[in-house]
């Protein structure tokens, strides 16, 4: 029987194994297997859609302003902590309004260094670093969950601090990001239940990068097909619904990352 910290420590990822590999849960927790989430439950009509590093406070308000219209959509922002850093110093305030406004932030490293080239020791450090950063930009220390790693390097000094942690290691299913918008408009419509897309916050048609104003015009598509905007928690209740038959369980925000419905 696993306890509420075991499953947060734990049971959050090796659930995960559970989930997206051949391994069942008992396996996964003696192993304490830490593999990626690429997408979630394919039986809702829910999607995260992501994006990594945060650089341009611009972007991150013009992002924020997309969703005036969609309420009930949120973002997750996968975040450099040198450029929360900068956002911070160029806008001050950008990332408590987009805290306040429901969205959830993930781990990208504090300098954007491939895992690759880290040790346990510097991962470890590394995040305890960008954590104390975006403690200090929100005034508080939320609640963070997932971890993506830059250049989806899913290397073993990585996956050791997801597992210190208790992170979740993020991937992704699809992206929208091309070189025009009409491209980033079909990629879009390849979109399937549970996705985890993978955008980044860069507007330079100089280098093929419209993520901005593919966002704007794929938003008003999803929700067209019936789609929701949800965050990578809000995605992971989804697979712990599906998975724990947790109906009646308190499966809100945060919730299920604390409560398994196990104990």
């Given at each position: 029987?696993?306890?509420?910290?075991d499953f947060?420590k734990l049971?959050?990822?090796?659930?995960l194994?559970a989930?997206?590999?051949?391994?069942?849960?008992?396996?996964?927790?003696?192993?304490?297997?830490?593999?990626?989430?690429?997408?979630?439950?394919?039986?809702?009509?829910?999607?995260?859609?992501?994006?990594?590093?945060c650089w341009?406070?611009?972007?991150?308000?013009?992002?924020?302003?997309?969703?005036?219209p969609?309420?009930?959509?949120?973002?997750?922002?996968?975040?450099?902590?040198?450029?929360?850093?900068?956002?911070e110093?160029?806008?001050?305030?950008?990332?408590?309004?987009?805290?306040?406004?429901?969205?959830e932030?993930?781990?990208?490293?504090?300098?954007?260094?491939?895992p690759?080239?880290?040790?346990?020791?510097?991962?470890?450090?590394?995040?305890?670093?960008?954590?104390?950063?975006?403690?200090?930009?929100?005034?508080?220390?939320?609640?963070?969950?997932?971890?993506?790693?830059?250049?989806?390097?899913?290397?073993?000094?990585?996956?050791?601090?997801?597992?210190e942690?208790?992170?979740v290691?993020?991937?992704?299913?699809?992206?929208?990001?091309?070189?025009n918008?009409?491209?980033?408009?079909?990629?879009a419509?390849?979109?399937?239940?549970?996705?985890i897309?993978?955008?980044?916050?860069?507007?330079?048609p100089?280098?093929?990068?419209?993520?901005?104003?593919?966002t704007?015009?794929?938003?008003?598509?999803?929700?067209g097909?019936?789609?929701?905007l949800?965050?990578?928690?809000?995605?992971?209740?989804d697979?712990?619904?599906?998975?724990?038959?947790?109906?009646?369980?308190n499966?809100?925000?945060?919730?299920s990352?604390?409560r398994?419905?196990?104990?």
């Amino acid at each position: 029987m696993l306890s509420r910290r075991d499953f947060l420590k734990l049971g959050g990822a090796a659930f995960l194994a559970a989930t997206f590999s051949n391994l069942d849960l008992a396996e996964a927790v003696s192993t304490q297997a830490l593999p990626p989430i690429y997408h979630g439950s394919r039986f809702y009509p829910r999607i995260a859609m992501t994006f990594d590093d945060c650089w341009h406070p611009e972007v991150l308000v013009q992002l924020n302003d997309m969703l005036t219209p969609y309420p009930d959509f949120h973002f997750t922002f996968f975040a450099v902590g040198d450029a929360m850093v900068i956002d911070e110093t160029v806008r001050p305030g950008v990332w408590k309004q987009l805290f306040e406004r429901g969205h959830e932030i993930g781990y990208h490293t504090m300098h954007h260094f491939d895992p690759i080239v880290m040790s346990s020791k510097q991962m470890v450090a590394d995040f305890d670093e960008w954590m104390n950063t975006v403690q200090h930009i929100l005034g508080f220390k939320p609640e963070v969950h997932f971890a993506r790693p830059p250049g989806d390097d899913f290397t073993a000094s990585f996956q050791t601090l997801c597992r210190e942690r208790g992170l979740v290691p993020t991937l992704f299913s699809i992206g929208y990001e091309a070189p025009n918008i009409d491209d980033g408009l079909l990629n879009a419509s390849h979109t399937q239940n549970g996705d985890i897309v993978q955008m980044h916050t860069y507007e330079d048609p100089n280098n093929n990068r419209l993520d901005v104003s593919i966002t704007a015009k794929v938003l008003p598509y999803l929700a067209g097909q019936g789609f929701k905007l949800v965050t990578m928690t809000e995605l992971y209740n989804d697979v712990l619904r599906e998975q724990n038959s947790s109906n009646g369980c308190n499966v809100g925000t945060g919730e299920s990352l604390t409560r398994s419905c196990l104990d």
